[in-house]
C-alpha cells in the first residue's frame, strides 16, 4: 500500500487549450472528449507543477502565443512534459510544440527560475500521440536524474520511468526478492525499458541482459550502467518476443544443439502482456524462475496460466499500488520451475 497517496507522480503531462474568451488554459480532459476542464493543481502531482504552469501560461498570454488547436490543427503549444527527481530535487520542463521552435524563449527560459533542464519536442502530427521523436534543448541539459534505491538514473524527456518512485523501490525490491539471486546466475530482464529493474538485479546477479524496443531507453539504459559503473549489465534493442527467439536459436545453431539458459527471467510487459512466442521461448529457456511484474492483471492471469500448464507453479503474488486514488495496481509474481 501507500503510505501517503497524494503528490506522488513526478511526471505531469498538461495538455493546452483556449477558453471561450480566447486565452490559454492548460488542465484535463472531461471524460471521453477533448475538451479542457481549466486546472493547475493535481493533488496526485507535485506542488512545483502549479507554479510552472502558470508561468508557461503568463508568458503565452503576454506574448500572444497561442495553443494548439486539435479541430484546426493551428496553434502552438500542445502539451507541457514536467517531471521531478524525489531524491535530486531536479526538475525538467518539455513543452511540446506545432512547430520547430519557440518564440521569444528566452522571456520563458527568464521566468523558469531553477529548472534544471527545458526542452522542446516538435510534434506535427495530426494524432493524438503526446510527444515528438526528439527534443531540442533550450537551457540547461537534455535531461534530470534521481535515483531509486543506490542506483542513480538518467531520465530524458523521451524516458520512460516509473512515475511513483516511492512505490517503484518497493517494486523493485519485491522482483529483487523473489528472483532470490545467489549472484552466479544469468538474468534476463525483458522489456527493460531504461534499465531499471537490470541495473537493481546487475547488483547481485552474475550477468543480465536486459531487451527494449525502444533504441533511445536503450541508450538511457547503457548510459545508466556507465553512470553506476555496472559493467555486468548488456543492452539488447528489439522485440522481446523477437530478440529473445532469435537468441536461442542463434545460440542452438552456434553451440551444435546445446540450449541457451537463462537462470531467471523477468518481464515487465506492456498492459497487452506477452506475446506467445516470448511465453514459448522462456519455457524452452527453463529458467529455475520467472518474477513477471504486470500492470494489467487479466493478462497476467492468462500469461500465468500458460506458464503454469507448461512446466511452472506460483510460488509468490503480491500488489504494490503504484497509482493511488485510481483502479490501477502492480503485480509481482514469482513462479518457480517444477523439479
Known sequence: GMEHPFGYRNKAQFPFGTDKEGNPITGFYAGRTHDIIANTDCALGVEQNKEILEI????????????YDEKTGKGLIRHALIRYGFKTKEIMVCLVVNGKKLPKAERLIEKLEGMTSITISPNTRRDNVIMGDSYEILWGQGYITDYIGNVKYQISPLSFYQVNPVQTEKLYGLALEYADLKGDETVW???????????????????????????????????????????????????????????????????????????????????????????????????EKVVYVSCDSATLARDLKYLCERGYELRKVCPVDQFGMTVHVETVAGLQRKD
Not at 546487475?202 to 553512470?227: H, L, M, R, T
Not at 536461442?248 to 518481464?267: C, L, P, Q, S
Request: charged share 30%; aromatic share 8%; hydrophobic share 40%.
Open 56 to 67: 508557461i501560461l503568463q508568458y503565452m498570454r503576454e506574448n500572444k502565443i497561442k495553443s
Open 189 to 287: 530482464d525483458l522489456y527493460c525499458g531504461i534499465g531499471t529493474i537490470s541495473l537493481f538485479l546487475a547488483q547481485k546477479a552474475k550477468q543480465v541482459y536486459g531487451v527494449e524496443i525502444v533504441p533511445q531507453a536503450i541508450d538511457d539504459a547503457k548510459e545508466n550502467a556507465k553512470i553506476n559503473a555496472i559493467d555486468n549489465a548488456e543492452f539488447f534493442v528489439g522485440k522481446a518476443e523477437e530478440v529473445l527467439p532469435e537468441y536461442y536459436a542463434e545460440y542452438e545453431r552456434e553451440h551444435n544443439g546445446e540450449t541457451a539458459h537463462a537462470d531467471v527471467i523477468v518481464v515487465d510487459p506492456p498492459r497487452k502482456g506477452c506475446d506467445e512466442t516470448l511465453l514459448e521461448t522462456i519455457v524452452k529457456m527453463q529458467p
